[in-house]
């Protein structure tokens, strides 16, 4: 299975398309690899949370939507006085991974679980 690269998402970035703006400063290319990967599958995400154009939570899950062309509900979320509002320009794309082998494995197992996809799957 072809993984989406660091190009792939600088570019989407930078293409202004993006109608949300990010509240987080940075992005994990293998937490998003292992997104879209379960994406193109079929697996199903939690809602994204978003106040006023805000993009509260759910930032990896919003980028691989993107680059899918996918579409994922909204919920309405609030934020505070100290959230921060960034560019999409400025996202920098972390090369460690952010998780865990359990933390994956919990994920994956869950995936398997709700979506009925075999778990080995998800191996990328």
């Not at 600088?10 to 997104?35: A, F, Y």
């Not at 879209?36 to 939690?46: D, Y």
């Not at 933390?103 to 398997?112: E, G």
Request: hydrophobic share 40%; glycine share 4%.
């Amino acid at each position: 299975m072809e993984k989406i690269s660091i190009e792939q998402v600088k570019e989407l970035l930078l293409s202004g398309t993006l109608k949300l703006q990010p509240t987080q400063q940075k992005l994990c290319v293998q937490i998003l690899q292992r997104i879209h990967h379960k994406m193109k599958l079929g697996v199903s995400f939690e809602n994204i949370n978003v106040h006023e154009g805000l993009l509260i939570n759910g930032h990896h899950r919003y980028i691989c939507a993107q680059l899918l062309n996918l579409h994922l509900n909204i919920n309405p979320w609030s934020s505070s006085s100290q959230t921060t509002v960034y560019k999409w320009s400025e996202i920098q794309i972390e090369m460690t991974d952010w998780e865990s082998l359990e933390i994956i494995k919990r994920h994956n197992l869950r995936d398997a679980f709700t979506s009925g996809i075999d778990i080995k799957a998800f191996e990328i």
